[in-house]
């Protein structure tokens, strides 16, 4: 996974291990290998600003690094690497979704979980993958069938709750997203259900209605998590997506969907950097099982073997 963007930092490693004649790094040599890694960065998907930012924490951090004559000259470039981005993203947390929602079980149920983006990037198929990971241990959920406007977003949805076993709290289509939400976590209150999942729609994001839709279904619902889908393909455009839809709902974190089809890789460094909100999974296919958890520790690693 994340072949372009491991590559870039591979080169850039290998660049500076070839060049090295001493056991200092010369400036002179790292301000060119820097412009290398810009591009190569801009072409892995990662957005101008990130890029610079990336470019610049990993520099600053080889500055001060000594070079073993003989030792394994690599390494010790590739730690600095790693270290230089842990560092950048510490401002963002790791959240171990299922430990967390289970957790939050212990004091309140039905936990509610608020699903958010535009159509297409995932959010229904998220919902089905999340519900499937908790119910394999052992837990129950009902979902609430909000996107009442695009049409077949229910019958979809129920397509998805028909193979998991799920119920679905629906209305009709044109009705109030809220009440269906309200509706389904009575109705969990009611029979003990311990998740409610929440679809909602997600026609044009500069639809101010919608927003305050959502935001209306934010407010009644009192989600424990809302979660934004973003496209992994869609990168900067999902990004101001997010940033739009921030400012009328409250958003927790991020799962970034479709890394399966998406070897750039670069939009994952620009969701961090941007919007400082965990990722809590990545999307890497359309089964129930194609959802890997995310932390930022692994990722770094992964990009850097
Ligand atoms: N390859 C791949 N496809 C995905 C992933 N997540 C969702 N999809 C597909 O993206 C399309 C839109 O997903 P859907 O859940 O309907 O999006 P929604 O409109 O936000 O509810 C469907 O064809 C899904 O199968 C993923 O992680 N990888
Ligand atoms: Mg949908």
Do not use: M, W
């Given at each position: 996974m994340f072949d372009k963007l491991r590559n870039a930092l591979k080169s850039f490693t290998n660049s500076i291990v070839s060049s090295i004649k001493t056991t200092e790094l010369s400036e002179d040599k790292l301000s060119e290998v820097r412009e290398e890694l810009f591009m190569q960065l801009v072409e892995a998907d990662v957005a101008v600003d990130?890029?610079?930012?990336?470019?610049?924490?990993?520099?600053?951090?080889?500055?001060?690094?000594?070079?073993?004559?003989?030792?394994?000259?690599?390494?010790?470039?590739?730690?600095?690497i790693l270290e230089a981005l842990n560092r950048m993203f510490s401002d963002v947390p790791d959240v171990d979704f299922?430990?967390?929602?289970?957790?939050?079980?212990q004091v309140k149920k039905p936990v509610v979980l608020l699903f958010l983006g535009p159509n297409g990037y995932g959010k229904t198929t998220t919902i089905a993958k999340i519900t499937h990971q908790l119910m394999k241990r052992g837990y129950t959920a009902v979902w609430a069938a909000a996107?009442?406007?695009?049409?077949?977003?229910?019958?979809?949805?129920?397509?998805?709750?028909?193979?998991?076993?799920?119920?679905?709290?629906?209305?009709?289509y044109g009705s109030d997203p809220a009440a269906v939400a309200?509706?389904?976590?009575?109705?969990a209150r009611v029979k003990g259900i311990d998740y409610v999942m929440i679809d909602t729609a997600g026609r044009m994001h500069t639809d101010v209605n919608l927003m305050n839709?959502?935001?209306?279904?934010?407010?009644?619902?009192?989600?424990?998590?809302s979660i934004f889908i973003a496209d992994a393909l869609l990168g900067n455009e999902a990004l101001d997506i997010a940033k739009?839809?921030?400012?009328?709902?409250?958003?927790?974190?991020?799962?970034?969907?479709?890394?399966?089809?998406?070897?750039?890789?670069g939009a994952i460094l620009t969701?961090?950097?941007?919007?400082?909100k965990p990722i809590y999974f990545l999307g890497v296919g359309q089964g129930y099982d194609d959802l890997k958890p995310f932390n930022k520790r692994e990722f770094f690693d992964q990009l850097l073997t």
């Open positions: 990130v890029a610079d930012a990336v470019c610049d924490a990993i520099i600053n951090n080889l500055k001060g690094v000594k070079v073993p004559r003989f030792g394994d000259k690599e390494s010790v470039i590739r730690n600095s299922i430990s967390e929602v289970t957790k939050a079980l996107d009442t406007y695009r049409a077949g977003a229910i019958e979809q949805l129920e397509g998805h709750a028909n193979k998991l076993g799920v119920k679905v709290i629906k209305h009709s309200y509706d389904a976590i009575n109705h839709e959502l935001s209306k279904v934010q407010r009644v619902s009192k989600p424990d998590l739009y839809y921030s400012k009328y709902v409250k958003i927790d974190g991020l799962i970034i969907t479709k890394v399966d089809a998406y070897p750039k890789g969701f961090l950097y941007e919007l400082k």
